[in-house]
């Protein structure tokens, strides 16, 4: 099992930034590849970025990229988003997740074995 923690969200202006933490505990962390998910009200859960088991590759949704980057430190057993340039179309439950695999990253939902509970990112215009 394993159990991960998300904390950072919060309410921001448009064009403001917000750094999101995943905390993991349970298993070697090093031997999961993880990754960020968002939920809209009445949206389904879409994918907003990906990091394999080393932090080597990534992969970002088209809305996010070149505002969000995620990371990782092994040492720490977290994964990080840092958001800039919010827009409110960010506003989201942000959830983490894990999946045993060293094959790469994942970016359908379904791959993913474990999920946090969520944090709130609420950005206004």
């Known amino acids: 099992q394993v159990r991960l923690v998300e904390s950072g969200g919060g309410l921001v202006q448009a064009g403001g930034s917000l750094r999101l933490s995943c905390a993991a505990s349970g298993r070697t962390f090093n031997d999961y590849a993880m990754g960020w998910f968002r939920q809209a009200p009445e949206k389904e859960r879409e994918f907003v970025a990906a990091?394999?088991?080393?932090?080597?590759?990534?992969s970002y949704a088209n809305p996010v990229k070149g505002r969000f980057t995620i990371s990782r430190d092994n040492a720490k057993n977290t994964v990080h988003l840092q958001m800039n340039s919010l827009k409110p179309e960010d506003t989201a439950v942000y959830y983490c997740?894990?999946?045993?695999?060293?094959?790469?990253?994942?970016?359908?939902?379904?791959?993913?074995?474990?999920w946090g509970q969520g944090t709130q990112v609420t950005v206004s215009s």
């Open positions: 990091i394999n088991w080393s932090g080597a590759s990534t």
């Open positions: 997740a894990a999946t045993s695999t060293r094959l790469g990253y994942m970016i359908r939902s379904n791959n993913y074995n474990y």
